[in-house]
């Protein structure tokens, strides 16, 4: 087993049309992994992440199933070129982590689809139940965003990186937020295009929807740590991940915790998977000296297939 090496899957921001048509036109596997999916999800995956139209696409109950099969697809195509590629944790933002969990074996592909199904469709109603959004403070500490967001009657969605943190709440409580901000000479607030108020208490009717499906989902013990997003750390034993799992859809992304942790444990290099390069720019602000490879489409795999080969 690979003794330095992570895999971070994307689990959040926009989703571009043709995402993962390479992928399925080059593989047979990949190409069966999108048929499944349109089985379970009863919904025409293909084409909405194929050819769109990107509205639909970014809806919450398309996108996260979307994220979840084009990581899935992409992780399955990197073991299929690189039989040998080894790693030693995994961990995934938001509903990448679900994708996580699925490498590591926790529960298979099909089982995962059905859960990324429920998710999705409890987060979607939630949002359309309790309209809010989301706004990203940059040049901030934790301290002084968890401050702004007391007073603004928000919550914190995501520690990011250590000058970067995301606040969630109602669309009253963020427009507070910018004010709040300029007071503690925040560099920047970035008001993010989210369908909902993700991981704050908004969500609460989502998580209570999501631990009542998760009681009888079949777990596994994983075959290697999954960093927990609302924990900060590695779980292992099946009821605790089904209480993470649920509790991290209204609760804090820990991510610069999970990092952090992986460092500790003697990780130095990482390999993101998913539409976006986001994750090795957050690994470099939290760990410049860190290794970090994004793998988004078929081309980034053939470009790295030599640097991901090392063992």
Sequence with gaps: MEANRALLFG???AQEVGMGQDLYEADPDVRRLYEEAERVLEMPLRSLCFFGPAEALTETIAAQPALFVHGYALFTLLQKRLPAFRFSAVAGLSLGEL??????????????????KKRASAIQRAAEESP??????????????????REA????ANYNAPDQIVLSGSPRGLALVPALARARNVRKAIPLEVSGAFHSRLMRTAAEELEAFLEDFPLEIPRVPVYSNFLGRPVHQPGEIRRSLAEQIEGSVKWEDCIRGMLAGGIRRFV???????????????????????????EDLKLHEDRLAER
């Design 272 to 298: 993101e998977i998913g539409p976006r390069p986001i994750l090795v720019g957050l690994l470099r602000r939290i760990e410049p000296g860190a290794e970090g490879v994004s793998l988004a489409t078929l």
């Design 153 to 156: 009657g928000v919550d914190v």
């Design 132 to 149: 809010g959004s989301m706004m990203a403070l940059v040049g901030i500490d934790r301290k002084a965003a968890e401050e702004i967001a």
């Design 99 to 116: 994708t996580a969990h699925a490498a590591a074996g926790t529960f298979s592909y099909s089982d995962g689809l059905r859960l990324v």
């Design 11 to 13: 689990g959040q921001g």
